[in-house]
């Protein structure tokens, strides 16, 4: 495993425990030899992960929209900053470089990139893993909503254990660096 994506908001959350556990996963990352690619910010947990990526040694790809990079403030000292026009290119360049895909606690973008993602393993683009890193429970309720579109009919349980997810970022770093990849055919 070369690279994760992470995404993660921009705020820095209510707890303190959301930058620390962020800049826990950068330190992480870093001592597992694995780069980082996320969205290009200094602010927030992003900002966080970024740094504790670069202070451990590790490599940091930000891909962020120039709408955005006065907004989200880009990082000046990352190993590359790709300024794209859209989200649209933001999402896609990060899902190529990216060997796996990890969310910290964040917002609806947040959400938005890490479905995405997911949704692409689900019907095959990808086999790579999708992991939430489960900060505070965060990530809690996202997961009986699962349970319960599983109840309903709409997803699959073999979807739901795709997801990946830990509370601990040298946990879910381990599953993620075992994590094997399969197609599980939606439609038979």
């Not at 602010?43 to 930000?62: Q, R, T």
């Amino acid at each position: 495993m070369k690279r994760l994506a992470v995404y993660c908001g921009s705020s820095e959350g209510n707890d303190p425990i959301y930058m620390k556990e962020a800049r826990k996963l950068g330190n992480c990352l870093a001592d597992a030899n694995i780069g980082l690619v996320y969205g290009g910010s200094n602010v927030g947990c992003m900002g966080a992960v970024a740094d504790g990526v670069l202070e451990n040694g590790g490599k940091v790809i930000g891909v962020i929209p120039e709408k955005l990079k006065s907004v989200e403030i880009a990082h000046e000292k990352l190993t590359e900053l790709h300024v794209v026009e859209t989200m649209h290119q933001r999402k896609a360049m990060m899902a190529e470089y990216a060997d796996g895909f990890i969310a910290l606690p964040g917002g609806t973008g947040t959400l938005e990139e890490w479905f995405e993602v997911f949704t692409w393993a689900q019907i095959g683009y990808h086999q790579k893993p999708c992991a939430l890193l489960n900060i505070n429970q965060y990530y809690q309720p996202i997961m009986t909503l699962f349970d319960h579109m599983v109840e309903q009919g709409f997803v699959k349980q073999a979807y739901r254990e795709l997801i990946v997810m830990e509370n601990n970022p040298e946990q879910l770093i381990d599953r993620l660096k075992n994590y094997q990849g399969k197609y599980i055919d939606k439609w038979s």
